[in-house]
């Protein structure tokens, strides 16, 4: 299956074509200029580089130039239509696109929403999708978030302690970004030291003209430097980082505006402030060894807070199995991984200072280990995939939730793990949150007018407490909580497995809010697992609602579950629910598909 990765820049369009059953790159290049006079296309191919004038005045028209090239007479396509799929590279996703998707209407929509906190990157990578779209109908537009990877930070992580409201009410809060990046640093990592990702803690470092340092624990984001946009954490090569929020204060009080102060933070500041010869690392290591005092400077910032993030991270995870050093930096400065590393000895962390010097990971496979022999912490650098990262999502994508990962040899039914979760009634709502209190969207679940809220209460049992649980919303007649038995047993209460909103003679709890509690007297349930479908899903599987079906797993916890209750309405989505307990037993996850396997 061929793949084109395109990611549209404010004025720049990159592009590599895969052919993805060998993950070959057939073609790659970039036009640049795109919406002045003067565009240049480069590319690569057959191991050549290539260079021609074109009229860009628009993506569309810079777009139409690449893919007239892909079926020229260098090109590596025949046709456009066997192209398949397209993977577009969207900065900001928000908190409702959270995983790679097929882009629709609604999809367009959220994406234009999210350029207040992306005003330059996502209308770009819009006008990509919609002239790809109009160009290549035939093909499946999928959206890669840089956002997606850290959509599961932990609350601690992402909110910032302002009021509250700005978050619930606003969206402000940290996202992350470099994602494709960080996923693609773990997933090469998890492949160098043969060690499954569910068992790796890492701090992957891009160091590219735009920088950011990620903590991840166990394939997952737990932290990552960037925040609610890319100017947060380390230095980079235009933009701030880290400073005292009243650094823009103040600059607003002397008169600058919003704009002004954007371009301060975003496009004056990072090495070329500092270093005032350039935003380019090379530049500015060339003027520091003639000693240019302040390109030393620059460099010296930028390593020290490196450091600090490392060593921040390394706390969040409790000691790091690597560190992970990738971009045009972190792949090519032995001086910066030096000294970034410097001193940390006692996390474990000793560079071989010969191997560092003649490390070339893109020559050597991707990885290079750059640490001494005997320390128990890696170093490892790696040059980075984005494209093949979001290359590899979209093939996922468009071969339906993780097909690559189960066969599937009966009717495909897509998984939805339910995590632990609270439906609220309206006077339970107005005890623990206010009266009339209205819940805020967080994001929308598969069930259509589903949505997890942004607010959350604690579960309080005679044996335990659970803090933060998301309510599930819109409001219901009766309160229901749904756990699993895990759960169950860690707070000392003892629900039967029930449907849900049959609640008749069920434990109760004690639900905790920002503004009270409620002592519930029954409501408590571990959930029969179920899967709902739309009429004509029952048609295609010959069943009815309310029957009861058995369905196989393959993969490598193979497994049949039976008792799955069927439920037929025409406002369902085809999708199974299992609690946390029972996915994880059959190693399932949202991205899992089972198969009907007959009637019981
Ligand atoms: P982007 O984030 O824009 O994709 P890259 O990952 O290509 O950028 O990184 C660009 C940065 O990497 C620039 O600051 C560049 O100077 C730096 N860089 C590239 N090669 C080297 C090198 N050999 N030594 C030091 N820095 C380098």
Not at 65 to 91: D, M, T, Y
Not at 144 to 160: G, I, K, N, R, S
Not at 547 to 559: A, F, K, S, T
Request: proline letters at 5%; aromatic letters at 4%; glycine letters at 10%.
């Amino acid at each position: 299956m061929k793949i084109l990765v395109i990611n549209v820049g404010s004025t720049s369009i990159k592009y590599h074509l895969y052919e993805m059953d060998t993950e070959e790159v057939l073609a790659g290049g970039t036009v640049e200029r795109v919406g002045s006079p003067g565009s240049q296309h480069r590319w690569r191919a057959n191991g050549r580089a290539s260079q021609a004038a074109i009229e860009a005045p628009s993506v569309r028209a810079g777009l139409d130039a690449v893919l007239q090239h892909l079926i020229g007479p260098e090109g590596s396509l025949k046709v456009l239509s066997e192209l398949k799929a397209v993977g577009h590279r969207v900065v900001h996703g928000g908190e409702k696109l959270v995983r790679p998707c097929v882009v629709t209407e609604e999809v367009k929509e959220v994406i234009r929403a999210c350029a207040k906190f992306a005003p330059i990157h996502n209308p770009a990578n819009l006008a990509g999708i919609e002239a790809a779209q109009a160009m290549l109908p035939q093909a499946t537009h999928v959206a890669v978030f840089d956002t997606a990877f850290h959509a599961e930070l932990p609350p601690h992580a992402y909110v910032y302690a302002v009021p509250y409201e700005l978050y619930l009410e606003r969206g402000l809060r940290r996202y992350g970004f470099h994602g494709p990046s960080h996923q693609y640093m773990a997933a090469m990592a998890s492949e160098y030291l043969k060690t499954d990702l569910s068992r790796l803690k890492l701090v992957t470092c891009h160091l590219g003209g735009g920088a950011s340092v990620c903590a991840i624990d166990g394939g997952r984001s737990v932290d990552t430097s960037m925040g609610m946009t890319p100017l947060e954490g380390l230095v980079m090569g235009t933009r701030s980082g880290d400073v005292d929020p009243a650094l823009a204060i103040v600059l607003g009080r002397l008169g600058n505006s919003a704009e002004e102060i954007d371009q301060v933070l975003n496009r004056r500041s990072g090495l070329l402030g500092l270093s005032g010869v350039s935003a380019d690392f090379r530049d500015i290591e060339k003027a520091a060894a003639e000693g240019n005092d302040r390109a030393k400077l620059a460099i010296e910032v930028f390593v020290h807070r490196l450091r600090k993030y490392i060593g921040a991270y390394a706390a969040i995870l409790g000691g790091p199995d690597a560190i992970v050093f990738t971009g045009g930096i972190g792949e090519n400065s032995a001086s910066v991984r030096q000294a970034a590393c410097e001193g940390l000895m006692y996390m474990g962390v000793a560079l071989d200072a010969a191997k560092n010097r003649a490390c070339d990971a893109r020559g050597s496979g991707g990885v290079v280990d750059v640490a001494a022999p005997r320390a128990p912490t890696k170093v490892l650098v790696i040059a980075t995939d984005e494209e093949r990262m979001i290359a590899r999502e979209v093939a996922r994508v468009t071969a339906g939730p993780t097909a690559a990962r189960v066969r599937v040899t009966g009717g495909a039914i897509p998984i939805g793990v339910s995590v632990r979760h609270v439906h609220l009634s309206r006077a339970d709502c107005d005890s623990l949150f206010g009266p009339g209190y209205e819940l805020t969207e967080r994001r929308p679940i598969t069930q259509p007018g589903q949505y997890v809220c942004r607010e959350t209460v604690d579960l309080i049992g005679p044996k335990g407490e659970l803090a933060r649980v998301a309510i599930i919303a819109p409001l219901r007649k009766e309160t229901q909580v749904e756990v699993s038995r895990t759960d169950a047993i860690a707070q000392g209460v003892n629900p039967p497995l029930r449907e849900s909103g049959k609640l008749e003679g069920t434990p109760g709890l004690t639900l905790r809010g920002p503004k009270g509690t409620v002592a519930l007297q029954r409501g408590v349930i571990v959930a029969l697992r179920h899967v709902h479908m739309r009429p004509d899903d029952a048609r295609r599987f010959g069943v009815q609602d309310r029957n009861v079906i058995r369905v196989r797993v393959e993969g490598d916890r193979e497994m049949v579950f039976g008792d799955v209750v069927v439920r037929v309405d025409e406002q369902f989505v085809l999708d199974m629910h299992l609690d946390t307990d029972e996915a994880n037993a059959a190693g399932l996850t949202n991205d899992s598909v089972v198969s009907y396997d007959g009637l019981q």
